[in-house]
């Protein structure tokens, strides 16, 4: 799966929040394959971790800790400025916030990994790329996390895949709905 | 996933041993998983990719060999590459049209890795992309749209590394670099690979080279070698000369391109320790490199991730540029030609 859909670039590492495997990238030194690699320097106590645009170039979305030290939440702005609005649901206290996000490939909808239900499990979650209620992403039993880039969402836009903590796959709709195990038939042979 | 978003293919192996298994499944979970191909590897995982028109998978490494095979199955996979006892694949890639695979084998002889092409349904045999040479190494290669391959490799077999453009059935390669330059930048050998991407439309390739001890270059040269490299921008000595960033596609990208204004982004170090800035460049080398970026706060690390938005033709970067360890967002014109503005104030 992609490790990233959106156009975003990442030139310095993400801070404690962000720092499980394959998410937000840290300031890549070059490697034979192209794979971004290290992280060149300590980061600073940066406040925006991370930023994309969606497909129609109207809405930059990023994670920030403005609220929490630590914390990072979902935003979305226009272009040209002005008022940013929070997309993330909101957060308890202790809960390290978002760990990585997705835009749908149709730009309307973001798909979200965040420790929401209990701290450091972390789950999927969707939101409109202008607010509204976030949904969970169903799946059958809360076997710890969902890693971070073990997701996608489907070129339609209509439905997300993913691993759950088990190896297994399941896909479910983007906008909520009951899960599918992909995987059902395949007893024994971990995904 | 399929580019059709219908199906989702995956690998996996009974209880962590055994061969890998690659397997497609519509992603409405409307039929059970389908075995198509299964790939004999002990360690590690299987690099596959499916085509751009949603029917085939490639999969393989090794001496095991690289396949192809019907994402919905009905056929056995087909080996792709040639049959050298001993030999084996080194890295592959899919061409950009998604019609052929390139990779890197020693089949030819065992001593050196030369570049071949197949295609993807195997209804050709590979063939060989330039010379085999004793102990020469591909050290990168990038499949263009033009249908051209730009790979950098030792023709002679030494640390001196050159930028070739082939096609296959094509004849010899053709030399981009200026015979003078290295493509491996000396602090880069053993560690990191050349910089090298192909414009968007196949026509260009950029590729970083070192001109002399501790001075290295962005270039542009076209892929055909219809005329020399230009220099786009020097590259100040620093280990880092230009940064690896994942692009839309989720692979890595050095640049990023805007097609509409021919011009690429890129970061890069002024100095070892200096902060990471933004720079913007016609791809044709017509006009000077500009720096995006106003001046950051002292000890500011620099720029820490950038977006280009070629529909309004705006680069949006984060960096602490106006207060130490507080990164904000800013706006900037793609060519430069206005200050950055910031749109997020935290």
């Given amino acids: ?191 | 996933m399929t580019a059709d978003g219908s199906t989702a293919v995956f690998e996996g192996r009974s209880g962590g041993s055994g061969p890998f298994r690659f397997c497609s499944v519509p992603v409405d979970g409307s039929a059970a998983p389908l075995e198509i191909g299964v790939f004999p590897q002990a360690f590690g995982y299987v690099p596959f990719e499916v085509t751009p028109d949603s029917s085939m998978v490639v999969y393989g490494l090794g001496q095991e060999g690289l396949f192809s095979v019907p994402v919905a199955g009905g056929t056995p996979p087909i080996r792709l590459n040639g049959g050298l006892a001993g030999s084996g694949i080194l890295t592959w890639k899919l061409g950009l049209d998604g019609a052929s695979v390139v990779y890197v084998s020693n089949e030819a002889r065992l001593d050196a890795g030369d570049l071949f092409v197949v295609p993807v349904d195997g209804s050709a045999p590979a063939t060989q992309v330039g010379a085999s040479i004793a102990r020469q190494f591909i050290a990168s290669f990038e499949p263009a749209a033009s249908g051209r391959i730009a790979f950098v490799t030792n023709p002679s077999a030494t640390s001196h590394y050159d930028l070739l453009s082939g096609e296959a059935m094509a004849g010899a390669p053709v030399l981009l670099n200026d015979p003078g330059d290295n493509l491996v930048i000396p602090g880069e050998i053993g560690s990191w690979g050349p910089l090298l991407v192909n414009t968007p439309g196949g026509t260009r390739s950029i590729f970083a080279a070192s001109t002399g001890p501790g001075v290295a270059a962005l270039f542009s040269a076209p892929s055909d070698g219809s005329t020399p490299a230009v220099e786009l921008a020097p590259l100040i000595d620093s280990s880092i000369p230009v940064h690896v960033f994942p692009s839309v596609d989720g692979r890595a990208a050095e640049l990023l391109f805007d097609v509409r204004r021919q011009r690429a982004v890129f970061g890069a170090v002024a100095g070892e320790d200096g902060p990471l800035q933004l720079f913007s460049v016609p791809i044709d080398g017509s006009a000077a490199a500009v720096r995006l970026n106003t001046d950051f706060t002292a000890g500011s690390p620099g720029v820490h991730y950038f977006v280009l938005a070629p529909r309004i033709g705006r680069v949006f970067f984060a960096a602490d540029q106006r207060e130490a360890g507080v990164t904000e967002l800013f706006s900037v014109p793609i060519d430069g030609s206005k200050a950055p503005r910031r749109i997020v104030n935290l």
């Fill in chain 1, 1 to 191: 799966m992609r490790t990233r859909s959106s156009a975003c670039v990442s030139l310095l590492a993400c801070i404690a929040p962000l720092a499980s495997p394959a998410g937000a990238q840290g300031v890549a030194l070059r490697t034979g394959s192209g794979t971004p690699s290290q992280s060149l320097r300590e980061p600073s106590t940066a406040d925006v971790y991370w930023l994309a645009l969606n497909r129609d170039e109207n809405r930059i979305v990023y994670l920030a800790d403005r609220v929490v030290d630590g914390q990072a939440r979902l935003y979305a702005v226009r272009p040209s400025g002005g008022q940013s609005l929070e997309l993330s649901a909101p957060f308890a206290s202790g809960r390290s916030g978002l760990s990585d996000f997705e835009i749908s490939p149709a730009g309307k909808s973001v798909l979200y990994l965040a420790d929401h239900e209990a701290r450091a499990r972390y789950e999927l979650y969707s939101v409109g790329i202008d607010g509204g209620a976030v949904v969970k992403i169903s799946r059958p039993q809360l076997t710890g996390s969902i890693n971070r880039g073990a997701y996608t969402i489907t070129p339609d836009s209509e439905r997300v895949v993913f691993l759950d903590g088990q190896s297994k796959l399941f896909s479910a709709p983007l906008a909520g709905g009951s899960h599918v195990d992909l995987s059902r038939s395949l007893r024994g042979i971990p995904v």
